[in-house]
């Protein structure tokens, strides 16, 4: 409950958004569109205003909230985003031209682990955002992350997933499956030789991790 109280004081110090993103938050709400909780993206961004990338590769657009979020706070970036879900991505595209923005984010349609050769050709990169199929991290990171540039950042979403990472007893098993693979990934992240990661337990926990040189 005190966690609770604490992460309501830290979104309404939140500043407001533009509109089209209030919109957008109240849609994913409303019809149940996983999107980057608010304290979770406030701090994502914060680390690219730090690192202030040119090129940012989206593994999971949804409704192309994060890369609106991302270019709103970046004026030099732009973003090259992949959603497999067609309906999705067409209301994806619609925000995207509404908020006058498809100069600077370009939309693929498929399943990121089939369209690498697409994507290849918009490397390398400054940045590359995990947000997509949980059960697919691993292999997302591994493919992808051979188009980031040295120093580059890896930021990847739902790593605490809930809280479920820590929790002995889970009754689904096909959530129990999920959070094994979850846990899989961090261990095998953390241990990364050529990254240095941290978890921060903000949102539903993100993992910052950046490219040794």
């Not at 993206?41 to 909230?65: K, W």
């Not at 921060?200 to 926990?205: A, H, N, S």
Request: proline fraction near 3%; charged fraction near 25%; hydrophobic fraction near 40%.
């Amino acid at each position: 409950m005190e966690n609770e109280r604490l992460q309501l004081y830290i979104e309404e110090l939140i500043p407001q958004r533009p509109a089209i993103l209030i919109e957008m938050e109240k849609y994913a709400k409303e019809f149940g569109i996983p999107i980057m909780e608010l304290a979770g993206i406030e701090a994502m961004l914060q680390f690219l205003r730090l690192q202030n990338p040119q090129s940012i590769l989206e593994v999971g657009t949804a409704i192309g909230y994060s890369a609106l979020r991302m270019v709103y706070a970046l004026p030099k970036a732009n973003v090259i985003t992949i959603e497999r879900d067609e309906e999705r991505l067409n209301k994806a595209i619609e925000y995207i031209q509404r908020a006058d923005k498809q100069d600077r984010i370009v939309t693929i349609h498929g399943d990121a682990l089939e369209v690498e050769d697409e994507i290849s050709a918009y490397g390398p990169f400054d940045v590359i955002f995990i947000d997509a199929a949980k059960g697919q991290y691993q292999h997302f990171f591994k493919l992808y992350s051979r188009y980031l540039n040295d120093g580059g950042l890896i930021i990847t979403d739902n790593v605490l997933f809930k809280g479920l990472v820590c929790e002995a007893n889970i009754d689904s098993r096909n959530v129990r499956q999920l959070v094994r693979k979850i846990n899989t990934f961090n261990q095998w992240l953390m241990a990364h030789q050529e990254y240095d990661t941290v978890i921060l337990p903000v949102g539903d926990g993100i993992a910052i991790s950046k490219k040794k040189r």
